[in-house]
């Protein structure tokens, strides 16, 4: 579904991913670990068009789409869960999740996901549907970045650092929310630092250090490989 072909890509001169090649198979649920500063959100502004590589090539069902902007990205079928959330804080729950609304391809892979069958999955996001973005805590705010993203009922969802900063009780939601998705066979690329949850979901695992893949392979082989875990998870 969705191949990285050794892609470099700069801020201004500074040289961030060196080469970076990676896999996404349909209904594969697969993670990007590293520590921070590694180039895994790079290499997330680069699938989605925000930083393009200079170099290398970025292909979604067989499309190259390395130079593609991020619109058309987008609405070929890529969804995006962004680091920091970024979401509306002057429009409601319910407006920020149906700005994103996208019928399902219909390709049978994913059930089509609507306001309904969001709220089910995200009772929380229904109780608050009428609250602003601004009047939301860190973790309700989380909550409507991933409903917003599967609102446009992607065949791909890129997330980036879903966890980052949230209550452990979060922490389990979404975590639920990862397993009933891999469940429904929805194709993911999780960039995550929480090793656990990581390896919890993931299918197949790659692990960045310097801007370079250092490890690939499923979350088995990562889980019993203490020196990978050691010298580049810092576990």
Not at 21 to 48: D, F, H, Y
Not at 136 to 149: F, H, N, P, T
Not at 155 to 173: C, F, H, N
Request: glycine residues 10%.
């Amino acid at each position: 579904m969705l191949a990285v072909n050794d892609i470099h890509t700069y801020y201004g001169d500074s040289y961030i991913l060196q080469g970076v090649s990676l896999r996404v198979e349909p209904s594969q649920v697969v993670c990007l670990l590293g520590r921070n500063g590694a180039g895994k959100t790079t290499t997330i502004r680069s699938i989605i068009g925000f930083t393009p590589p200079r170099a290398g090539s970025i292909v979604f069902n067989a499309r190259d789409i390395t130079r593609v902007p991020s619109d058309r990205i987008a609405r070929a079928g890529i969804g995006l869960v962004p680091q920091g959330r970024r979401i509306f804080p002057d429009l409601t729950v319910r407006e920020n999740l149906m700005l994103a609304a996208r019928p399902s391809p219909g390709s049978g892979q994913v059930a089509g996901w609507t306001l309904g069958a969001l709220y089910e999955q995200l009772p929380r996001l229904r109780e608050r549907a009428t609250h602003r973005g601004n009047e939301l805590s860190g973790g309700e705010q989380q909550m409507v970045a991933i409903g917003r993203a599967l609102m446009s009922n992607p065949e791909l969802l890129l997330m980036d650092e879903p966890t980052e900063g949230l209550a452990p009780l979060i922490v389990r939601e979404i975590a639920r929310l990862l397993l009933t998705l891999k469940a429904q066979k929805q194709s993911i690329l999780l960039v995550e630092q929480n090793l656990a949850l990581a390896l919890q979901v993931a299918d197949r695992v790659y692990v960045m250090s310097k801007g370079r893949i250092v490890f690939e392979g499923t979350a088995d082989a990562l889980r019993h490989n203490e020196e990978v875990k050691k010298q580049y998870l810092g576990v």
